[in-house]
């Protein structure tokens, strides 16, 4: 299975509004000119990447794209919409001085909640994709390279059935599991590189595939 990164539930995307506690009219206006610069920079980055896919067709593409319009959301619209929500004094004053520890705690904390929000926003795609390779690789004893991407074939009613369970268990997974299964991914993942021989980490999330493989037939 593909991975992404590191959540919250439901985000209320109330544009310049602060419900960090405590805040002065100061710091309000200082904190929502900081997110507004955030969104701006991140969307000014993802225009430019965005662009660099136009020219990518075919299914490989739009799976491309659509995880790219994912991950724009967690970054330019999830995260800025937290700092703005979460904030409070104290982090404030620490994001105007640039206190490092506290505003880096702060800030991981908030891209944690976005990423998990992300993981349950990619959740079926990236459980499609990687059906799809699995049954590529279970035919060709390998994984599809880059250019083969789109000859791979399309995925079947098992595949669409696993995945929509698959989705289905991930979002009823609190933010603090999905952030634990998705480093310990990452992790794994930097281990199998150095190491190929080390397992590959399933944990509760590969549980979660396996027992939805079972009851859509596909296993």
Not at 143 to 149: F, Q, R, T
Not at 163 to 189: G, I, K, M, P
Not at 205 to 219: E, K, T, W, Y
């Amino acid at each position: 299975m593909k991975r992404i990164v590191p959540a919250l539930l439901a985000l209320v995307m109330v544009r310049g509004v602060v419900a960090g506690g405590g805040l002065s009219s100061e710091d309000v206006t200082w904190v929502n000119r900081f997110a507004d610069r955030m969104a701006a920079q991140c969307a000014s980055r993802f225009d430019e990447a965005t662009a660099r896919l136009r020219e990518k067709t075919g299914p490989a593409g739009e799976r491309a794209r659509a995880l790219m319009a994912i991950e724009r959301h967690v970054n330019c619209e999830c995260l800025p919409t937290r700092v703005r929500v979460r904030a409070t004094p104290a982090v404030v004053a620490a994001l105007r001085t640039q206190d490092v520890a506290v505003a880096r705690a702060f800030m991981r904390e908030q891209a944690q909640a976005c990423g998990a929000l992300g993981l349950r926003e990619s959740a079926y795609a990236n459980c499609l994709s990687g059906e799809q390779e699995n049954a590529f690789r279970q035919t060709h004893g390998r994984l599809p390279d880059a250019d083969e991407l789109d000859a791979v074939a399309p995925p079947d009613a098992a595949m669409a059935a696993t995945c929509r369970c698959y989705s289905d268990e991930v979002q009823a997974l609190d933010d603090a599991t999905l952030v634990a299964e998705a480093e310990a991914s990452y992790r794994n993942d930097q281990a199998r590189i150095a190491d190929p021989s080390v397992p590959r980490y399933e944990g509760r999330v590969g549980a979660i595939l396996q027992a939805c493989r079972r009851r859509a037939g596909a296993d």
